[in-house]
């Protein structure tokens, strides 16, 4: 499903985000991704939704090489990516529905379909009822639920998320990462960007994690392991 191999990334300027990174998800799988802040998680999801590009090194989604698409097949691409920034992203001139619907209308789906997949989004995340609210109305945690709806809605099979429990509170980042469990257990690809500790610890699944732009160590959320000399997972 995702497969990164050798992937080196340098910004203009000279940063090196990321170095000689390799590792496999499988179709279906939940992975946490973590690290110090600068570690080089947000670039790593970037390539993956072919936001930034490699330098060197490939990145495989779905087999295929997106480091090397066209402009124009991107979108195609990115229908089967749900993205979740660690910014938000939120339309604040428009209300929760209308946040929502924006995908679909990019992707130019019928509106009568599109009003029943934006209110099943909003239903999934608990927040159907304030579908005429305005974001700026919305608590943090609501905010976020927001976002996934977004991420959702066009029913992607990869959901990509940087930091969403970062600035929750632990009853609202259970919450999050209880939406994140049904998308796992109906199918859906996740990859979780976190420095949250509790999370990591109270979730056994793969965690990858990176130091200064190089993956480190491999392990379960209960605790990490060294990897092997070869950086790879």
Request: proline content about 3%; glycine content about 10%; charged content about 20%.
């Amino acid at each position: 499903m995702i497969r990164f191999t050798q992937v080196h990334k340098r910004y203009p300027g000279g940063y090196q985000a990321l170095k000689n990174v390799s590792f496999e998800i499988a179709a279906g799988e939940m992975v946490f991704l973590t690290g110090h802040s600068g570690a080089g998680k947000s670039t790593l999801l970037k390539l993956i939704a072919a936001i930034e590009r490699p330098n060197l090194g490939s990145v495989l989604v779905n087999h295929q090489n997106v480091g090397a698409l066209k402009e124009r097949a991107l979108p195609f691409l990115r229908r089967n990516l749900g993205i979740i920034f660690q910014d938000h992203k939120l339309l604040f001139d428009r209300n929760v529905f209308d946040n929502v619907m924006l995908p679909l209308q990019i992707c130019g789906f019928d509106y009568r379909e599109s009003n029943k997949r934006v209110r099943a989004a909003l239903d999934k995340v608990g927040l159907l009822k304030r579908e005429k609210s305005n974001p700026i109305e919305l608590s943090g945690g609501e905010q976020q639920r927001l976002c996934i709806a977004r991420a959702i809605v066009n029913r992607p099979a990869i959901l990509l998320a940087d930091e969403p429990t970062g600035n929750l509170d632990t009853g609202y980042a259970q919450e999050i990462m209880a939406i994140f469990k049904s998308f796992h257990q109906v199918g859906v690809t996740l990859l979780i960007s976190t420095h949250d500790e509790t999370v990591l610890q109270n979730n056994d699944v793969r965690v990858l994690a990176l130091k200064q732009g190089e993956l480190q160590t491999t392990s379960t959320g209960s605790g990490l392991t060294a990897a092997t000399g070869s950086g790879q997972a």
